[in-house]
């Protein structure tokens, strides 16, 4: 599966964000459907309920089961195997 999405800025700029998911993957516990390598470039998203306990800071909670993927990408052949549009717009992808 693989969805394009258009972003315009207000000034006409596009950029362009890309939502896909490998149909014969799901998860960092199965390796790489395209080559079998089992090391992967990952980035997630979550939010969650913080606080100071003495010096340290605590997570107590996350916030609507939030935790997102937003890359998944092998390490050995470069396959992406998910991607939420939204890592376009914090991140740029690294082929290598
Ligand atoms: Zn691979």
Redesign the pocket.
């Known amino acids: 599966m693989k969805k394009e999405l258009k972003l315009l800025d207000e000034d006409g700029t596009e950029t362009q964000l890309i939502e896909s998911k490998h149909p014969d993957w799901e998860e960092l516990s199965d390796p ?6 089992t090391e992967f470039r990952h980035f997630t998203a979550e939010g969650g309920r913080y606080g100071i306990d003495g010096d340290v800071v605590k997570r107590r909670s996350d916030y609507w089961n939030s935790k997102r993927t937003l890359l998944t990408q ?6 992406v195997l998910q991607r939420h549009p939204a890592f376009d717009l914090l991140y740029e992808l690294e082929e290598h």
């Not at 790489?32 to 390598?37: I, K």
């Not at 092998?74 to 396959?79: D, H, N, R, T």
């Open positions: 790489c459907p395209e080559c079998g390598g092998c390490l050995s052949c470069k396959a």
